[in-house]
Every structure is written in structure tokens, then in C-alpha cells.
């Protein structure tokens, strides 16, 4: 039946369609989940850094009111 025929065809098309839309949000979100990993690894190591560098100011403000008494 040509009407039978017809619908499949179109569902075969909207289905390809969303094949391909699915995968293409599956990329972007991979892309981006990457980015933000890097980004992460990188406030990581900003952190850590911070932390040390406060570190060394608290121990310099220690030995600061060793000396002269508190701020």
C-alpha cells in the first residue's frame, strides 16, 4: 500500500533526523566536558598555590607577633 510506504519513508526520515541531532548534542557535551576538566585541573593548581603562598603569610605574620606582639 502506497500509504504504508509513505509513512515509513517519513518516520525513516525523522528518525534519521533524530539520530543525528542526538548525536550532535553528544559531541558538544563531550567538548565541553572536556573544556571544563582542563579548567577544573586548572583552578586546582590555583588553589594549591594560593594555599601554599597563604601559607608563607601566616607564618611571616606569626613570626611578626613573635617579635612585636599582635596585630
Known amino acids: 500500500d502506497d500509504r504504508y510506504w509513505a509513512r515509513r ?3 525513516n526520515v525523522a528518525a534519521k533526523r533524530s539520530r543525528d541531532a ?7 557535551i563531550a567538548i565541553r566536558a572536556g573544556f571544563l576538566e582542563k579548567e577544573n585541573a586548572a ?3 590555583e588553589v594549591a598555590d594560593l594555599r601554599k603562598e597563604l601559607g608563607r603569610c ?7 607577633e613573635a617579635r612585636h606582639g599582635p596585630l
Open 9 to 11: 519513508r517519513k518516520n
Open 22 to 28: 542526538r548525536r550532535l548534542k553528544e559531541n558538544q
Open 43 to 45: 583552578l586546582r593548581v
Open 58 to 64: 601566616k607564618n611571616i605574620v606569626a613570626k611578626y
